[in-house]
């Protein structure tokens, strides 16, 4: 089975990512894809571009191609990944029908985004998952500025400005 051209996304191992096109792998051979390293961690999405390859299948296919890390993965998988020697870069703290649609844009969703993320930060620690993702969700009639200022609502309802990189 081949996969076409896509979008790859790729980080550093610290949180940093950024998406590159690259070219059509057989992920069928299970082989090394004789690739170079550019000396960034890869990382490819199982769930949502590789639904069909068992996840010890693609570990191992990963492992062979020289990639670290496997992108979007429940914490169920976390350990199974950590086996073949790979991390999950990228983690959910829940899986549930409507993730991307239900975020933090609307203040009704907070406290249940909240204790997913409570929850599922100490495992991710524990199994070495340095990032877990939560949506913004969709707006659902809301202004963009309404549901930006959702999104810095804090536990007791006041707003505060995000803080500036450092």
Same mark, same amino acid.
């Given at each position: 089975?081949? $996969? /076409?051209?896509?979008?790859?996304?790729?980080?550093?191992?610290? /949180? =940093?990512?950024?998406?590159?096109?690259?070219? *059509?792998?057989?992920?069928?051979?299970?082989?090394?894809?004789? +690739?170079?390293?550019?000396? !960034?961690?890869? &990382?490819?999405? !199982?769930?949502?571009?590789?639904?069909?390859?068992? %996840?010890?299948?693609?570990?191992? @296919?990963?492992?062979?191609?020289? %990639?670290?890390?496997?992108? #979007? #993965? &429940?914490?169920?998988?976390?350990?199974?990944?950590? !086996?073949?020697? #790979?991390?999950?870069?990228?983690?959910?703290? @829940?899986?549930?029908?409507?993730?991307?649609?239900?975020?933090?844009?609307?203040? @009704?969703?907070?406290? %249940?985004?909240?204790?997913?993320?409570?929850?599922?930060?100490?495992? *991710?620690?524990? =199994?070495?998952?340095?990032? #877990?993702?939560?949506?913004?969700?969709?707006?659902?009639?809301?202004?963009? @500025? !309404? &549901?930006?200022? &959702?999104? $810095?609502?804090?536990?007791? /309802?006041?707003?505060? +400005?995000?803080?500036?990189? $450092?």
């Amino acid at each position: 089975m081949g $996969v /076409g051209r896509r979008t790859v996304g790729l980080s550093d191992g610290g /949180g =940093h990512r950024e998406s590159r096109r690259r070219p *059509a792998i057989d992920v069928g051979a299970y082989g090394p894809t004789g +690739r170079q390293s550019d000396g !960034q961690t890869e &990382a490819v999405s !199982q769930p949502l571009v590789l639904p069909s390859i068992p %996840l010890p299948d693609l570990c191992k @296919a990963g492992t062979s191609m020289g %990639l670290a890390g496997i992108d #979007l #993965l &429940a914490s169920d998988d976390w350990p199974i990944v950590r !086996q073949h020697g #790979l991390v999950c870069s990228m983690g959910y703290a @829940a899986l549930r029908d409507d993730f991307i649609p239900r975020g933090f844009n609307d203040p @009704a969703n907070h406290d %249940l985004l909240v204790g997913e993320l409570e929850r599922a930060l100490p495992l *991710a620690q524990q =199994h070495g998952v340095p990032n #877990l993702i939560a949506m913004f969700g969709n707006r659902q009639g809301r202004s963009d @500025a !309404q &549901a930006t200022d &959702a999104c $810095v609502t804090d536990s007791n /309802g006041s707003h505060r +400005r995000p803080s500036a990189p $450092v």
